[in-house]
């Protein structure tokens, strides 16, 4: 039975009309056209899902829609501003971080998520803040690099 | 006269290959195709390079099966080394035949003439033509005859260039992938999968399913293969998920936990082949070593999906597929079409690393598109369905045996291989497309096939050491009669072929007390070899290695991948007590001419991350249900705080042709970390993965 949804996804508010059990992931991407969060698993194991919801990292996949009516989504979309790529983006692309890419939206969500609490962090705080996320091409280690350096010049905008 | 390479002789045309644009591009059309590797950004800097043009005035159409060139599967590290190579000829004719059609237009010698972003420079000023401006007077239908010589290394301005991925960009803003395509009125399909190639659907309640989907799902049926259909996906996958919970199968696919062990491979019966030197008649004083693998999973992050659109008489497909070329011949074939009537396009999926479910999900998604005309369908397998149905790399033992002469250096060699095939993709030694054997009448029984050794090898893939040993040969056991659809994995034989001839080596080494570099140099003559395994040594501060079996270790792997690509020597630095931790990685590559050398290690970088996950923690399991691990928990690879540090370095190599590079770390990793843990433990492992029960194992022996 669908039921009325009230959602705000990357700065604009969206009222859905679908069912209730609806993963938030399916929401996202068929009926809001955001195709940025991916399908990996649905089991909440791969990490490729991920957005954040009122600023946390979390699993897309099989997340109901019933239970985040008032709720703030961000997703890989939402990361840049009109003008410029988000500081993560831009070091992914400077380290050419990624060979498939499937994995990168959702590790570029909890890597925003990470330093937003932790902006100077060691290559192994990286390491563990990324722990839930799978890359099966071997990009890590081209990408603990780019975070270190997205969080590097983060700070260097902040001072 | 340059010779014309092997994807030339197949597609002669210079149109397949290159057009120029109305909106001053060239488009270069390729049959390789962009699995996550960067091969598009490596093939436009090739021919921007031979065209002087920019790399932003290269189009690449990749993948085409209508208009672009037949190169067979996207494989093998083939694709610099035959693609690259055909676009550079292609290039190098067409930037001739331009340039003598533009002197007389100019009323020039062609040497007054050069070419920059296109245009044409009458001794170096503007001459107001470019390629565009006399694109209507060159007949590109005539064929490629090599006539143009390619540039000189010396004069490359691209090649060589660390030129950015193409397709980043957009794969960082959340899209880029077949996934992500919409096209009007589509639907959205899943599969209810036939449990193995002999069985039968006995009951389907589709009552049950459409009250698990809410209604509103069309259940497509053919015969053994079944699909649910619909405009809502989260329904679509409902109705999936409880057909296969609910459906009745007579003559289902069991398997026992020991069908997956590599003594359970090795003690099947087999069509036995021997490449190599005769063996030897005389006995030497001999040594042996067996080493195995257990079957592995390609685990692609993404589930296969493919589109599908049949409309007046023309059945579309798009594919993540690695060739698509063969998959329009199979599908054709498949489903009694024309090759005319079929038309596949590849759009970019996540990586698959070999032989993976993707073209049977394309044949999925036509058999529905055929069933329901003129509606677009999207078919994505589930995640249970990618790990349990694709085909698996197969499990393998390897015995090396070697002859010594009276100072413990190998002079007879062989390496005996237990496998079931590497190579099953579909239309290659009789294999078919998965859901083809659900059909009424399913394909015909295979034939023992694996790949030959000229193509590379399948099993044998490097069963043939590259030191001088004298007679050295491969003793191939295939298996024919294996449960489970086994075909190519990324570096295929060679990963396991390597750890055992390079594990081997280590404890010959030991056996007169050498060390494991000098021991290879002293029967190494191969210059480029010598080259990679020398600077590893160096990069790894080899000479300051200590006794070993403290609990830390270091241990060196070289391979030539396939014996005639890119040389890699790897060091590893271990430190094992419960686990083994894989603590610093270097590698030292000789790819030939390096096109794009970030993109070189960026690959290398990815082979040595995924071959350190094999050899340390990946096992695909079997049980009554068939294959059992079907997720990520069961199906453990590795993760961000289990990754190295991991140095590579290319050495200069410009002089030598262009070498595939995608798969030549995989074997040398593997085969340094058995050797670390060796070192470390002073005992070796010989089987992968070396999980906790095996170090406690073998610390016990
Ligand atoms: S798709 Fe959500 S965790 Fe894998
Ligand atoms: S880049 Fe392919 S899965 Fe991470």
Known sequence: ?159 | MTALTFSLKDNPRLDRWLRFQDDHTVRIGTGKVELGQGVLTALAQIAAEELDLRIDQVRMMSGNSVEGPGEGYTASSWSIEHSGAAIRLVAAEVRALALARAALRLNAAPDELTVADGAFLKNGSPSGIDYWSIAGELDLSAEATGAAAPKPQSAHRLVGRSVPRLDLPTKLTGAGFIQDMVLPRMLHARTLRQPGPGAALLQLDEKIIQRRAGGGVRIVRLNNFVAFVGTDETAVRAAAVAATECAVWDNALSLSPEQATPDWIASQPSDDRLMGDPPPELATDRICARFTRPFLSHGSIAPSCAIALYRDGVLTVWSHAQGMHPLRENIARTVGLSLDAVACHHVQGAGCYGHNGADDAALDAALVALALPDQPIRLMWRREEEFGYEPLSSAMAVTVHAGLDGAGRPIDWTTEIWSATHGQRPGVGGASLLAAHAMKTPPPDRKPFDIPLERGGGAARNGIPLYDIGPKRIELHLIHDVPVRTSSLRGLGATLNVFAIEGLLDDLAGRIGEDPVAYRLAILSDPRARRVLEKAAAMANWSSREAGGAGSGLGIGLARYKNSSAYAAVVAAVEVDEAVRVTDVWCAVDAGLAINPDGILNQIEGNIVQAISWTLIEEVRFGPQGIATLDWESYPVIRFSEIPEIRVELVEAGEYPPLGVGECAGGPTAAAIGNAVAHALGTRIHDMPMTRDRIMKALMA
Not at chain 1, 2 to 8: D, K
Not at chain 1, 16 to 28: G, Q, R, Y
Not at chain 1, 122 to 138: K, P, Q, S, V, W
């Open chain 1, 1 to 159: 039975m669908n039921e009325c949804h009230t959602l705000t996804v990357n700065g604009h508010v969206h009222e859905l009309d679908v069912p209730s059990t609806a993963p938030l992931l399916d929401v996202l991407r068929n009926h809001l056209g955001l195709k940025g969060s991916r399908y990996g698993c649905g089991l909440e194991q791969c990490g490729a899902c991920m957005v954040l919801i009122d600023g946390v990292a979390a699993y897309s996949c099989s997340r109901e829609i019933g239970t985040l009516s008032g709720r703030t989504i961000t997703t890989v979309e939402g990361l840049r501003s009109a003008e410029a790529l988000h500081p993560l983006q831009q070091a992914f692309l400077d380290e050419q971080a990624g060979q498939c890419g499937y994995c990168l939206s959702g590790i570029l969500i909890v890597a925003k998520a990470f330093l937003d609490r932790n902006p100077d962090p060691t290559r192994a705080e990286i390491a563990a803040a990324l722990d839930a996320n799978l890359c099966r091409c071997g990009s890590h280690p081209r990408i603990l690099r780019a975070v270190l350096k997205a969080a590097a010049d983060m700070r260097g905008k902040m001072a």
